[in-house]
């Protein structure tokens, strides 16, 4: 089955991700710079104007990695509020230098225990993203790998995850990318962002009508 992950700032894009049949949200904040944590409010706000299932961003700086045990903290603080929110998801990953940090990682999940995590495009940075594979396969929580790539690049990725982790396209996805990945990858789910705007603008709302087309070409 094929799935829709769309990126919501506002209760207004979620509602309208929601209208267009979107599968699933991830809610972020300062989108310019890959997105950053939102606000519990936010996240609350979200979660009581739509139905379809909620992963938030647990990011504290536009980097990958953490400036300190405060920012950790503080991290830490957050995914144990967004767990108690019931949300479908956390979305996070961090590296120190160009290497996974995956103590920081599990560490900062054991504050939600419950929760799956995707590990976002952090992911790109690693100078070996087969070895990352069997390492992130190594947390239990961890169930999608969000990047992107050309489709041989993600079609081998997605076969080597698999079936511990499932591969998210994301990162620039149109439509004629996901017509390609449907027809010669193993790939069936798809994060947009741009796509799902006005304008493919990352500054406009989401366009519902967007969504709409796009579920409709994961339809087939």
């Known amino acids: 089955m094929s799935l829709l992950e769309v990126i919501a700032c506002s209760v207004d894009d979620a509602v309208a991700a929601q209208r267009g049949g979107a599968h699933r949200l991830e809610i972020v904040r300062n989108l310019d710079v890959g997105g950053l944590t939102p606000s519990v409010s936010l996240v609350r706000d979200i979660m009581g104007a739509v139905t379809i299932p909620v992963r938030v961003m647990l990011r504290e700086n536009a980097g990958y990695e953490t400036s300190g045990e405060e920012e950790i903290q503080n991290l830490c603080s957050t995914a ?4 108690a929110m019931r949300v479908d998801g956390l979305v996070l990953g961090f590296l120190r230098g160009r290497q996974l940090d995956l103590p920081l990682t599990q560490r900062i999940l054991q504050h939600a225990p419950s929760v799956k995590a995707t590990f976002h495009r952090a992911f790109e940075e690693l100078p070996d993203p087969e070895a990352a594979i069997a390492a992130l396969k190594a947390v239990p929580q961890l169930d999608h790998i969000l990047t992107s790539g050309a489709a041989a690049h993600l079609d081998r990725l997605a076969h080597l995850a698999a079936p511990e982790l499932q591969i998210l396209a994301g990162g620039g996805v149109t439509p004629e990318l996901i017509r390609t990945l449907l027809k010669t990858t193993a790939i069936r789910e798809f994060h947009v962002g741009r796509a799902a705007r006005h ?22």
């Open 199 to 220: 304008g493919h603008d990352i500054h406009q709302p989401v366009d519902a009508e967007r969504v709409c087309a796009l579920v409709d070409l994961l339809a087939g």
């Open 80 to 83: 144990r509020q967004f767990a």
